[in-house]
């Protein structure tokens, strides 16, 4: 459908409600002439005539009394949408899908849900504990908690926190034929002793 249509069948509801081409033309903001052609546009394109005009008075045809039928349920979806929109501006909604690792999670997030929720009750968080670090846009996530050398350039980064150091143990035996790690990065490279806690998902909202 193109765009010049739409904007005519809503122009053709108003005429069909107000029975009137001088009140539908005031609640459209338009001149009665300009709306009296978009009308004639109208039924050209279509090849049917929607409405009956005399000098007293505007009724729908048959054809014109089906296409309303079709019309008013769309046209008040679209009007329920927009008001919608309209109440939602300003205001912040929806869900928000956060991955991060077990350490940020408890140490981070969890401590700051109570509060951020209360002020924003209408805010979902949805959390996935993953120290395997998806990728968060392959993964249509809208953010990742990460330590400062592990974000991808093409990323957006702020600091949520201080420094932390880590520490590396091992027997000396190994460190002999291995060269100790200088980053969490080059861990992967190491035989370590860890712990995977993948994809489980809290339902945050209940308790707070």
Same mark, same amino acid.
């Given at each position: 459908? !193109?765009?010049?249509?739409?904007?005519?069948?809503?122009?053709?509801?108003? *005429?069909?409600? /107000?029975?009137?081409?001088?009140?539908?033309?005031? @609640?459209?903001?338009?001149?009665?002439? =300009?709306?009296?052609? $978009?009308?004639? =546009?109208?039924?050209?394109?279509?090849?049917?005539?929607?409405?009956?005009?005399?000098?007293?008075?505007?009724?729908?045809? @048959?054809?014109?009394?089906?296409?309303?039928?079709?019309?008013?349920? $769309?046209?008040? @979806?679209?009007?329920?949408? *927009?008001? =919608?929109?309209?109440?939602?501006?300003? !205001?912040?909604?929806?869900? *928000?899908?956060?991955?991060?690792?077990? /350490?940020?999670?408890?140490?981070?997030?969890?401590?700051?849900?109570?509060?951020?929720?209360?002020?924003?009750?209408?805010?979902?968080?949805?959390?996935?504990?993953?120290?395997?670090?998806?990728?968060?846009? $392959? @993964?249509?996530?809208?953010?990742?908690?990460?330590?400062?050398?592990? *974000?991808? !350039?093409?990323?957006?980064?702020?600091?949520?926190?201080?420094?932390?150091?880590?520490?590396?143990?091992?027997?000396?035996?190994?460190?002999?034929?291995?060269? $100790?790690?200088?980053?969490?990065?080059?861990?992967?490279? /190491?035989?370590?002793?860890?712990?995977?806690?993948? !994809?489980?998902?809290?339902?945050?909202?209940?308790?707070?």
């Amino acid at each position: 459908m !193109k765009r010049d249509d739409l904007y005519d069948l809503a122009a053709f509801a108003a *005429v069909a409600q /107000h029975r009137s081409f001088t009140r539908a033309a005031a @609640e459209l903001a338009m001149s009665q002439s =300009a709306l009296s052609h $978009a009308m004639k =546009a109208l039924e050209e394109r279509l090849g049917v005539r929607l409405l009956s005009r005399t000098t007293r008075s505007v009724s729908t045809t @048959e054809a014109g009394e089906i296409l309303l039928r079709s019309l008013r349920p $769309a046209l008040s @979806e679209i009007s329920a949408g *927009v008001h =919608a929109v309209g109440a939602s501006r300003g !205001k912040l909604s929806g869900t *928000v899908r956060i991955t991060a690792t077990k /350490h940020a999670v408890s140490s981070v997030i969890l401590p700051a849900l109570p509060v951020f929720l209360t002020t924003h009750p209408d805010i979902q968080i949805e959390l996935i504990t993953d120290d395997n670090l998806v990728d968060i846009v $392959a @993964e249509r996530l809208d953010a990742g908690i990460r330590f400062g050398d592990i *974000v991808e !350039k093409d990323m957006i980064a702020v600091r949520i926190g201080p420094d932390i150091r880590m520490s590396v143990v091992g027997a000396p035996s190994y460190f002999e034929n291995h060269p $100790a790690p200088k980053t969490p990065r080059e861990l992967a490279a /190491h035989r370590c002793i860890s712990y995977r806690l993948v !994809k489980v998902r809290w339902p945050l909202r209940v308790g707070f």
